[in-house]
């Protein structure tokens, strides 16, 4: 849940610096939310991988449940990262106004790629629940990878300028550049 929080935050920083006209802002506001949700999760990750075998024990009493639990916590750790990074950069996306392409992203990378690439590991290749996994872990990657690279080749500025049409369009006030400290 703590993703969906830095998903919620970025989007509403980034769409409030871009209408503000604050291009420079809303760039370091990107850089700082992807950093502290690779942070956060990292370090989430390490508790996973440190308490590998204590925790499969507070869930299940099961000997069976906790070996695969054990075996399978790399890839959940490996997955707390990548599952904190996407909301994050989804949050971007939305927050410049592209809710659109984050949709078709997300379709196409997780619903068209992940979740049959998880079913051919999972049953057809033997795989089990580690490849059903894997498959949507790919998924996420992937629409992780396209994210990165959509906010990579932003041009802030024209996002803002973007954003001002916008607000003029929709009858709000564009702020005053003369008092505008990043100009």
């Not at 927050?95 to 997300?106: D, E, K, P």
């Amino acid at each position: 849940m703590v993703a969906m929080g830095f998903n919620a935050a970025i989007s509403v920083r980034v769409s409030n610096e871009l209408g503000a006209a604050h291009p420079r802002t809303a760039k370091f506001s990107v850089l700082v939310v992807v950093f502290s949700s690779f942070s956060f999760g990292l370090l989430l990750s390490l508790i996973l991988i440190i308490f590998r075998k204590q925790y499969p024990s507070l869930f299940a009493d099961s000997a069976e449940v906790e070996k695969l639990v054990y075996d399978l916590t790399p890839l959940l750790a490996f997955c707390v990262v990548i599952n904190n990074i996407q909301p994050a950069l989804s949050g971007v996306a939305i927050g410049a106004g592209w809710q659109a392409i984050v949709a078709y992203v997300n379709i196409a990378c997780y619903y068209l790629f992940g979740i049959p690439l998880g079913l051919v590991l999972g049953f057809i290749f033997d795989r089990g629940v580690q490849g059903i996994w894997v498959g949507m872990t790919m998924g996420t990657i992937l629409q992780t990878i396209v994210l990165f690279w959509l906010v990579y080749r932003t041009n802030w500025k024209k996002e803002a300028s973007v954003a001002s049409q916008r607000i003029k369009r929709w009858g709000g006030e564009v702020q005053d550049k003369s008092n505008n400290v990043e100009q």
